[in-house]
């Protein structure tokens, strides 16, 4: 079984850092355009809840493990 290395977790923690701070940047942004456009605040909440949920499910599915012996 493949051990993951130390230098290994760190490069794949800074990927998931990433991932996650991008995506927040570019949701904050996306937000911001859709208010000064007048876009519902109900909308924008909606919007909100199901970014943050597709977030985390996309750190989810890059952090998967593959062997029993990751866990």
Do not use: C, R, W
């Not at 079984?1 to 570019?26: D, E, H, P, R």
Request: avoid cysteine.
């Amino acid at each position: 079984m493949s051990q993951v290395t130390q230098s290994q977790f760190y490069a794949n923690l800074k990927k998931y850092y990433t991932f996650y701070t991008g995506g927040f940047i570019t949701f904050v942004i996306i937000v911001g355009i859709l208010e000064q456009l007048g876009v519902p605040n109900k909308v924008l909440g909606y919007m909100f809840l199901f970014a943050t949920i597709l977030l985390y499910a996309g750190i989810g599915f890059m952090s998967k493990t593959a062997e029993v012996a990751e866990y």
